[in-house]
């Protein structure tokens, strides 16, 4: 799907994109892809997905997410056509696994950065793209079980921790508060005693979960035999690598381990869908070429009518590609979270 970055908050600007379509909430419906039609229910939570825009960039919020919402479509009609619509069992199986692997995802989740529909929403194009580019292609389930009988251990899904963490000042301030806050348990008293500005007061004391395996190395060292409620010992030194052309950091954090999820090695049931992904992928290393080929002849032949004025020349400009462009938006591979070996 076509995304954007840049230092421009969206939601600055969803604001603005809401109220241009003001007129169109009475009559629901703002596109119109073939015959099917978009409605502004589907297109709002497109809109607060949006995350933020290149500062050159002839687009605000509302016209990425009606890229985005028209380009969904455009997969999904054609991906019913080549029946490459995965269902909905498989599309939640394999949200569950790809979940329980990526703590930063877990949170976004928790958070309520991205709902679950949104996710599922996501897999379900990346894997309709994927069946595009491949023909509707399938890995024999004996292939599957194959793989994961050799390979399972690389599926793991890796040990978790549950932690709370608090950043201090420097290494004399975390040594001061840490027995304080070891006492009382209370990440806010603590907070107010380090002298944290008020907006990274307001933030101590949440709850996080991360990879115990990638975690840096002397976080993984400082809560490796904690038990859930212990704290660890001394505050613990992390390096953040330098960013936009800045220097590296050292900060100092205090940390709490709230619970752990011990690794395990999921069933076969669990990772097929991943697995079937991942083999298709190595079977058809030109997918994502032929998938961008097959969309673009698609998008050329249909119908497309969008209904907010502002946005109209958006189908020429970005949502239907030129017949002798040599330049398209490829669609994106599934999230690349299993390493599965090469035979």
């Known amino acids: 799907m076509f995304r954007l970055s840049s230092r421009i908050p969206a939601a600055l ?15 629901k419906i703002i596109a119109r892809v073939n015959n099917r039609a978009i409605t502004y229910d589907e297109y709002v939570p497109q809109l607060m997905r949006v995350g933020t825009i290149p500062a050159g960039a002839n687009l605000d919020a509302g016209g990425v997410a009606l890229i985005n919402v ?15 619509v995965p269902s909905a069992e498989d599309i939640a199986k394999y949200a569950t696994y790809f979940t329980s692997r990526n703590p930063t995802l877990q949170d976004q989740l928790k958070t309520g950065q991205l709902s679950q529909s949104g996710l599922d929403r996501q897999i379900k194009t990346e894997w309709e793209q994927l069946g595009i580019g491949t023909d509707g292609a399938h890995v024999d389930a004996s292939e599957i079980a194959q793989y994961y009988k050799g390979h399972s251990a690389q599926l793991a899904i890796p040990e978790m921790w549950t932690i ?13 508060v840490l027995p304080q806050l070891r006492q009382s348990g209370d990440f806010k008293a603590a907070a107010a005693a380090a002298g944290l500005p008020a907006a990274a007061a307001s933030l101590v004391g949440q709850t996080s979960v991360i990879d115990s395996t990638t975690a840096p190395p002397n976080l993984q060292a400082a809560l490796a035999h904690l038990t859930p409620g212990q704290f660890a010992a001394a505050p613990i030194e992390i390096s953040v690598p330098a960013q936009n052309g800045g220097a590296p950091q050292t900060v100092y954090v205090l940390a709490q ?6 690794s ?9 869908m991943a697995l079937d992904q991942q083999l298709l992928q190595q079977k058809f290393p030109n997918w994502v070429q032929h998938a961008t080929d097959e969309i673009g002849t698609f998008a050329r032949s249909s119908t497309i ?11 020429s400009t970005y949502i239907v590609p030129p017949e002798t462009s040599a330049v398209s ?5 599934p999230p690349k979270q299993i390493a599965v070996p090469h035979k």
């Not at 380009?71 to 056509?81: F, I, M, W, Y």
């Open 13 to 27: 600007l969803c604001a603005s994109a809401l109220a241009a379509l003001t007129g169109c909430q009475g009559e």
């Open 70 to 84: 028209v380009k969904s479509e455009l997969v999904d009609q054609l991906a019913a056509q080549r029946h490459a």
């Open 164 to 176: 709370r963490t608090m950043p201090v000042g420097s290494l004399a301030i975390g040594t001061q």
């Open 257 to 262: 381990m709230v619970s752990t999820t011990p």
């Open 264 to 272: 395990r090695i999921p069933s076969l049931d669990e990772v097929s």
């Open 305 to 315: 009518r969008i209904y907010i004025d502002r946005y109209q020349p958006l189908v």
């Open 329 to 333: 938006v490829a669609p994106q591979a």
